[in-house]
């Protein structure tokens, strides 16, 4: 493959890249997490849970997919085993083994304020540090997007 002259440089890619496969590793494993809820779930809202837990993992499929994408962007490889996941994520994959819907969103709601705090520390080093304006926008609105989906969590639990 060509190398990507981007402006950015082949250092500074590399460390992008390094901090974008955690990203990817903590959106992987969340929505390995959310699939497995959705297929678990039990209880009486059973039926509304099933469907809110479906879109929640066809969101995460999407950033996932994003997320790969501007590894490859920066000319990169992507790392895609579930062994290197395990070893790049911040998050658990182990559930507490409860399936009724206020312990599923009390975990989801745990993972997606994790994976906040941890986007919202790379967005001021993607800029100073690595110079990837781009990249540091993708951040940010990655992190608004779990911001909304813990708020809707946390209203549930409510």
Do not use: C
């Amino acid at each position: 493959m060509k190398i990507a002259n981007i402006g950015i440089s082949s250092k500074n890619k590399q460390n992008l890249a390094d901090q974008l496969s955690k990203v990817l590793a903590d959106e992987f494993v969340l929505y390995s997490k959310t699939l497995n809820f959705h297929w678990n779930i039990e209880g009486p809202d059973f039926h509304s849970v099933h469907l809110y837990l479906e879109t929640l993992y066809e969101e995460q499929q999407e950033v996932v997919d994003t997320v790969a994408e501007k590894i490859r962007m920066l000319g990169h490889f992507v790392p895609a085993t579930l062994e290197k996941y395990l070893e790049l994520t911040h998050l658990t994959e182990k559930t507490k083994g409860k399936n009724d819907s206020q312990s599923i969103f009390s975990e989801l709601l745990e993972d997606h304020e994790s994976i906040i705090i941890f986007l919202r520390e790379e967005i001021k080093p993607i800029v100073e540090k690595w110079h990837a304006e781009g990249i540091s926008d993708y951040i940010t609105g990655l992190m608004e997007q779990h911001e909304k989906t813990a708020w809707m969590l946390r209203s549930h639990l409510e």
